[in-house]
């Protein structure tokens, strides 16, 4: 797979002090700075030269900590920790950033600065995130998210919003980052910051596109490049630009991505922005590599190589060789790209890069492949499947920690929630008492006046008390029960919805490390394949082997399409289709499949009217798992009848069998994973339970309805129905 770089997530950064003042300037002022003037003086000048002299950075905030404590000065304490917190970043202490970071922040809550509080708890959210912390990002996120929504700090707020986004756009958490980035575009658009708007418009657009989601991805880009373009803003044009460029890439459109590259080429070049030029230069090799212009491509990988390594950009530099590799292996000069992967592997080690160490190992076992060395095409594979497989497990337990995180957070928050209101309710009680005073008061005053009245009805009036007293009391009872069963009915919910989830995260992960060694099969069998010269006997062996583990894995890879359909995480690209042009192009396939029974198909399919809103793929997938089931269960010499029309504002897909039919039981269960029902294939053909429920699934997902019209010993008709829409300028099926 051909990974490109893209400019890039946009993030706020508010620093807790600005330091525009030159150096010189700043040493001058602070020999006549005194108390908490010459504090802030030597946090400015630790902050100048943090980056470039860590050590003596440091040296300079512990000078300032230790005359704010002498002045007993909150505001230069806090910041003194944070500098000192931050020069220890610079040098890697772990231990020492997240301890002075603590120090700040529980200054600033003994000072009650909770604004300062909030900005310590993101500094240190921030420095978990940079070292792949996410779990204890996530909590100081929340934690400064807090404190800056009581101090009503928006330009907190949005900046942590999308902090917050980032590290779930990180995760893989796509639905949980576009909230957080529209929730920071809501605050934005009632500040009217246009700079931080045009960021959060290239976030939502970079998450859409790692969605799959192309056409919002360019709505958002398109947002992010107006902004830009109104206010002048060059480098938010031109990082727009490479973003829509490469959509236009995976789009195939190559000469209109080569063009808009080139343009942001020009800029940075005059710029003299390095990174970018290297970033660029390793992106038009790509695209020259996927349209199979070669030479063109070596060029600009050789010359993003030659950037990177003069500015030491490693990333690029593994990436690049990945590249080269890949270039080389197609001109058939194996040794060279063997080359490239080595250094690009090195490189990535090196850099902690994991994602290039799987891309380049993914690489070198093919190339082995292609040179016909069996013996290391097959180590570079286990070498390959070992290192995917401890990433996996990695991956997972971090994702499991995130998950339980923000289940405890989300848990914290609900009694938090329950104790306010139970403070809400103790303050309406007294205000009761206060109110049932008064009335005492006052009652006791006109008591004197009715006490006669009073007496005569005390009799009556006792026996209605009592009455009401013990309906009262019925009703109370009545309401407890009631509460105590919705109690029950909302744990049971959630036990039954946590049982689902825990169901299918353990099929994910067997599916997953089922996917694993049948991959290592495959490879291993198309090694063979290539390689052995055999006889007819081995070779009707090493055939059934690869049509044995081509059924496992379509069980596997069903498997993993349900589970993505239950968890929701299926990714819609819905387009006009003509259903009638697409069922006679697929019928062309399946007649010759139905035929090895002698089985006949009869289509009568409207091709002019019946035109549906769908994703293309899905539907050729429904389309499929029917017939595949039509022939599996058909008796030989039987036909089968396809029908596509349309009736008033609908447009159906019947299909229908001379089967063995449904019991009544067996419709019940029809469309439920996993189940096998009493009919059998006619032919002892192979079913995983697993084809209907995907169907159910995804014609629910794309808005239609299925169901089955059968009566045992005649057969089954499955009917798909979508709403019809208007047919586009241009009807073909592509």
Not at 431 to 454: R, W
Request: hydrophobic share 40%; with cysteine.
């Amino acid at each position: 797979m051909n990974r490109f770089f893209i400019l890039c997530l946009w993030v706020p950064f508010f620093p807790s002090l600005t330091h525009a003042q030159p150096l010189d300037s700043l040493r001058h002022a602070l020999q006549s700075a005194q108390d908490t003037g010459r504090v802030e003086i030597l946090q400015r000048i630790g902050f100048s030269i943090v980056k470039n002299n860590a050590d003596s950075a440091i040296s300079v905030f512990e000078q300032s900590l230790a005359l704010a404590l002498e002045l007993n000065y909150p505001k230069g304490i806090i910041n003194a920790y944070s500098g000192i917190a931050y020069g220890y970043e610079m040098v890697n202490d772990k231990s020492r950033v997240i301890d002075n970071y603590k120090k700040a922040i529980e200054t600033a809550a003994e000072n009650q600065l909770y604004n300062m509080q909030g900005k310590e708890y993101l500094n240190l959210a921030n420095y978990y995130a940079f070292t792949d912390n996410a779990i204890h990002a996530l909590t100081h996120y929340k934690k400064a998210l807090k404190l800056f929504k009581q101090e009503e700090n928006k330009d907190q707020l949005i900046s942590v919003y999308m902090r917050i986004g980032n590290l779930y756009d990180n995760q893989g958490e796509y639905v949980e980052a576009l909230k957080n980035n529209f929730t920071a575009l809501e605050l934005i658009s009632a500040i009217k910051d246009t700079v931080a708007l045009s960021g959060v418009y290239n976030n939502i657009a970079i998450i859409y596109k790692k969605q799959n989601n192309i056409d919002d991805a360019l709505v958002y880009y398109h947002k992010s490049q107006e902004i830009s373009k109104k206010h002048n803003d060059a480098w938010g044009m031109a990082i727009s630009k490479v973003n829509i460029a490469l959509i236009y890439k995976d789009n195939h459109q190559l000469d209109t991505a080569k063009l808009m590259l080139k343009e942001a080429l020009n800029f940075f070049e005059v710029e003299n922005a390095s990174y970018p030029q290297g970033q660029l230069h390793h992106n038009l090799g790509v695209v020259y590599f996927e349209g199979n212009q070669l030479d063109s491509a070596l060029y600009f990988l050789n010359r993003s190589q030659q950037l990177a390594g003069k500015y030491g950009f490693k990333k690029i530099m593994s990436k690049n060789h990945i590249q080269l590799a890949k270039i080389h292996q197609k001109k058939g000069k194996y040794d060279k790209a063997l080359f490239h992967i080595e250094k690009s592997i090195a490189i990535a080690k090196a850099i902690s890069s994991t994602e290039n160490v799987e891309e380049a190992l993914a690489i070198k076992h093919t190339i082995y492949g292609d040179k016909h060395d069996i013996s290391n095409a097959y180590s570079a594979l286990k070498e390959y499947q070992t290192y995917h497989d401890s990433l996996f497990n990695s991956t997972n337990s971090r994702q499991i920690g995130i998950l339980k995180t923000i289940f405890e957070l989300k848990e914290k928050e609900k009694e938090v929630a329950l104790l306010e209101k139970e403070k809400e309710i103790q303050g309406l009680n007294e205000e009761k008492k206060q109110v049932l005073y008064y009335l005492l008061v006052s009652g006791l005053f006109g008591l004197g006046v009715v006490s006669f009245v009073l007496l005569i009805s005390r009799n009556n009036k006792s026996k209605a008390n009592k009455l009401l007293k013990r309906q009262s009391e019925e009703i109370k009872l009545k309401n407890e029960k009631i509460e105590l069963q919705k109690s029950k009915l909302i744990n049971n919910n959630e036990h039954l919805k946590s049982l689902n989830e825990d169901k299918n995260e353990l099929i994910g992960i067997v599916a997953h490390d089922l996917r694993s060694p049948l991959n290592q099969i495959k490879g291993l069998v198309n090694i063979l394949k290539v390689t052995l010269k055999t006889d007819a006997e081995t070779e009707e062996i090493i055939e059934r082997i690869d049509n044995s583990m081509e059924r496992l894995r379509v069980l596997v890879n069903r498997t993993l399409d349900l589970r993505a359909i239950e968890s929701k995480k299926i990714n819609l690209n819905k387009e006009v289709i003509n259903l009638g042009e697409l069922m006679h192009c697929l019928l062309g396939s399946y007649r010759p499949v139905a035929g090895e029974k002698d089985i006949k198909i009869i289509d009568k399919l409207t091709l002019d009217s019946c035109y549906i809103k769908v994703d293309q793929n899905y539907l050729i997938q429904i389309i499929e798992n029917l017939l595949c089931n039509a022939v599996k269960f058909s008796h030989k010499q039987s036909k089968i009848e396809i029908l596509v029309y349309r009736e008033e504002d609908k447009t159906k897909l019947e299909i229908i069998d001379e089967g063995p039919g449904l019991s009544e039981e067996d419709q019940k269960r029809l469309f439920i994973p996993f189940q096998q029902l009493s009919a059998k294939p006619t032919n002892q053909e192979k079913s995983t339970g697993l084809g209907l429920a995907i169907v159910k699934k995804y014609v629910n997902a794309m808005g239609g309805h299925v169901f089955c019209d059968s009566r045992l010993g005649q057969g089954a008709k499955f009917t798909v129905v979508f709403d019809t829409v208007p047919a586009p300028a241009s009807s073909l099926v592509t």
